[in-house]
């Protein structure tokens, strides 16, 4: 079973429609997706080499129980525990793993669960990759928020109570330069407590640039390792650079940020081999750099405009479930985000065993935090969703439902030093 | 025991438990006052950087004395600038310094601590560091300025009790000023054998805000650090390690 991804726009030129189908079409009419562009950092390939031979090397039909028992008797979990936890030989005991997880993120978290929200500041994107509701030949509504505009949606949030942001973009150095977020990151400082980026890949020194202007998280998903797999993907664009990519998280602490994320787009490729490869870029990386913050999400696929087949084809509730509990036991200090993308009662579920952090009020769009916000019609201005949510609860909703289940949300824990 | 008293850089206090930070809620500040008699309250600055618990502040009632810690800091830099922000917070001239550059134990640097721990002592803090338990590191920090020294009894959140247990007696043997056991106390017992040991005080956080029942485990923690305490000034009797005594004397061949 595969997605289909790909979908003419009525809009396009005759032109642009030939390209579109040539890169579609002809693997050779598509850049090399393992050298690296012009001005981009190399910073060395020894975290890479490792993750990439531990994925590779992955043979997940080979665990059996008996490793799985093993592996959930084990004090401190090893690589190869973790293997048998991702593999069909556990989905018979998620009970048990669930129960472990829930030890583990008791110990390191407490019942505490953070809350934060995304902000889209701009869709522009000049990539093509083929599953994402922003890619550059994808019939959408195009925004790119004004500085105005940017503080009147933070006021609008803040004013929600929310003290956690996530500053997202399309992937557009173009139209979204790293002066225009530095300038959103230093507003942020003003009505936020906690300030991170989710952004395309830059250099170490952009990166430090960023961090001066009050952001200390940066979140790369790597959408898929398995670099073959994402050659047929990401069809077009500076994205298309996988190595790049997926040195973006060890840029960003060299450029000082305190914390990165980590993720699969999980229904992409293998997602076994997928989930063993994020966790294994968040181990090696940690070693190498022992005082960085470590998060991981675990985005599934979602239908997004204009292709609303879009679906994570394996990757079940209970397959997600495994992999969070295996993530779980495996790194044990990790923040665990579970986005609005997953239905609220996943997430209130998933929140008592190993997730640690949740999105509240999200929008995907534009500049339509006031609509969303107060659910009336406004003249604003508004740019479409990069995919559909599941979660919508509110911020209040989230709070009084999150400390309904025993847990205690927490706004923030972080300062900016 | 009336005048047994504990001594922190001049101030005096009557509790030997001190309500660390991670866990945190109303109910766990109320019954670590109330039921463990807790004189002294953890605040990690970082925490209270929120605009929903600033008011946490005012629940504190006044004659609670408040220790802030540098949590979050990576470095001494770090930590100082963390400190003066509390002071400049109202939150008094106590800190506590924790310093990580790991972010997966949470070990404290004991070298940036001693760094740090020098700084503070010299604008007037009262500086409680949060140590790994290594004699030559906690005498630096002495020599420092230094007001107690906090070494960890087991990795933090670990609740695996005196796992350092040597090193923390090394310690209460050679070091003039307080020794407060601080993390990975997880149960009254463990509390009671780091006070028999001649520990002077007992910082615990998770064995209470994980407890089931709050308020009854925060009085096992007093009663525990009392006994404890009590065991260790009337001097410990006879413990027998190993099979029974000898009831003749080994040196009974001496005629002299």
């Given at each position: 079973m595969e997605n289909n991804f790909f979908v003419d726009s009525g809009k396009l030129s005759e032109e642009a429609l030939a390209k579109k189908h040539r890169l579609e079409n002809d693997p050779s009419f598509r850049a090399d997706h393992m050298k690296y562009m012009e001005g981009m950092d190399q910073i060395g390939t020894e975290i890479?080499?490792?993750?990439?031979?531990?994925?590779?090397?992955?043979?997940?039909?080979?665990?059996?129980?008996?490793?799985?028992m093993r592996a959930l008797e084990h004090e401190n979990c090893t690589i190869e525990d973790f293997?048998?936890?991702?593999?069909?030989?556990?989905?018979?005991?998620?009970?048990?793993?669930?129960?472990?997880?829930?030890?583990?993120?008791?110990?390191?978290?407490?019942?505490?669960v953070y809350i934060f929200t995304p902000l889209y500041i701009a869709n522009y994107c000049e990539n093509y990759c083929v599953y994402c509701g922003f890619n550059c030949y994808n019939d959408i509504s195009r925004m790119k928020l004004t500085g105005?505009?940017?503080?009147?949606?933070?006021?609008?949030?803040?004013?929600?109570?929310?003290?956690?942001?996530?500053?997202?973009t399309?992937?557009?150095?173009?139209?979204?330069?790293?002066?225009?977020?530095?300038?959103?990151?230093?507003?942020?400082?003003?009505?936020?407590?906690?300030?991170?980026l989710e952004i395309y890949p830059v250099n170490v020194n952009?990166?430090?640039?960023?961090?001066?202007?009050?952001?200390?998280?940066?979140?790369?998903?790597q959408e898929t390792y398995d670099s073959d797999k994402y050659e047929t993907l990401h069809l077009m664009g500076h994205k298309r650079i996988w190595p790049y990519r997926f040195e973006a998280q060890e840029r960003a602490i060299m450029g000082g940020m305190r914390g990165v994320g980590f993720s699969a787009l999980l229904g992409l490729s293998d997602f076994r081999k997928d989930a063993l490869a994020t966790a294994l870029h968040v181990y090696y990386l940690q070693r190498k750099y022992p005082h960085a913050e470590m998060s991981l999400s675990c985005p599934r696929l979602r239908p997004i405009?204009?292709?609303?087949?879009?679906?994570?084809?394996?990757?079940?509730?209970?397959?997600?479930?495994?992999?969070?509990?295996?993530?779980?036991i495996f790194l044990p200090f990790a923040q665990i985000v579970v986005s609005s993308r997953e239905s609220d009662t996943f997430r209130n579920g998933i929140a008592k065993i190993a997730a640690t952090k949740v999105s509240a009020g999200v929008s995907t769009g534009i500049g339509d935090h006031e609509s969303k916000y107060t659910g009336e019609e406004t003249d604003a201005d508004e740019g479409d969703e990069q995919f559909e949510i599941s979660d919508g609860r509110s911020f209040d909703q989230m709070y009084s439902d999150m400390s309904g289940q025993g847990l205690q949300p927490v706004l923030n824990d972080y300062l900016y030093v | 025991?009336?005048?047994?008293?504990?001594?922190?850089?001049?101030?005096?206090?009557?509790?030997?438990?001190?309500?660390?930070?991670?866990?945190?809620?109303?109910?766990?500040?109320?019954?670590?006052?109330?039921?463990?008699?807790?004189?002294?309250?953890?605040?990690?600055?970082?925490?209270?950087?929120?605009?929903?618990?600033?008011?946490i502040l005012d629940h504190i009632p006044e004659d609670i004395t408040l220790l802030p810690n540098t949590s979050g800091a990576r470095n001494a830099d770090e930590a100082v600038r963390i400190a003066r922000l509390a002071r400049e917070l109202g939150c008094g001239d106590f800190?506590?310094?924790?310093?990580?550059?790991?972010?997966?134990?949470?070990?404290?640097?004991?070298?940036?601590?001693?760094?740090?721990?020098e700084i503070l002592a010299n604008e007037g803090f009262v500086v409680m560091p949060y140590m790994y338990p290594d004699l030559n590191d906690a005498r630096d920090m002495v020599n420092a300025g230094a007001a107690t020294i906090m070494p960890l009894a087991s990795p933090i959140g670990s609740n695996k009790g005196l796992a350092t247990k040597e090193f923390i007696q090394i310690l209460i043997n050679e070091i003039d000023v307080p020794i407060i056991v601080d993390a990975g106390i997880g149960r009254p017992s463990q509390a009671c054998e780091a006070m028999e040991m001649g520990a002077d005080a007992i910082m615990a956080n998770t064995a209470l805000a994980t407890a089931g029942d709050l308020p009854m485990m925060a009085a096992a923690f007093r009663q525990a650090i009392e006994a404890g305490r009590k065991a260790y000034l009337s001097g410990l009797g006879r413990v027998l390690q190993r099979g029974a005594a000898a009831s003749d004397p080994l040196t009974g061949f001496l005629h002299d």
């Open positions: 890479r080499d490792k993750v990439m031979t531990g994925m590779n090397a992955y043979d997940y039909d080979s665990y059996t129980a008996k490793d799985v293997k048998a936890l991702l593999s069909p030989a556990a989905e018979p005991f998620l009970e048990k793993m669930a129960a472990k997880a829930q030890a583990e993120t008791s110990k390191h978290f407490g019942n505490t105005d505009q940017i503080e009147k949606e933070m006021r609008i949030i803040a004013k929600s109570g929310i003290e956690e942001i996530l500053i997202l399309g992937e557009s150095k173009t139209m979204s330069s790293i002066e225009y977020i530095g300038e959103a990151c230093r507003m942020a400082r003003k009505y936020f407590r906690n300030v991170g952009e990166y430090r640039y960023l961090h001066e202007c009050g952001a200390d998280y940066v979140t790369v998903f405009i204009n292709n609303d087949k879009i679906n994570p084809l394996d990757v079940s509730e209970s397959k997600l479930c495994q992999i969070l509990c295996a993530y779980r | 025991m009336q005048n047994d008293k504990l001594m922190i850089g001049g101030h005096e206090f009557d509790s030997r438990f001190i309500l660390g930070s991670g866990k945190y809620s109303m109910d766990l500040i109320e019954s670590a006052i109330r039921d463990a008699g807790a004189q002294i309250i953890t605040l990690a600055v970082r925490r209270t950087n929120t605009k929903k618990e600033e008011s800190v506590k310094i924790e310093i990580m550059r790991d972010s997966k134990y949470l070990l404290p640097d004991n070298k940036e601590t001693v760094k740090a721990t």
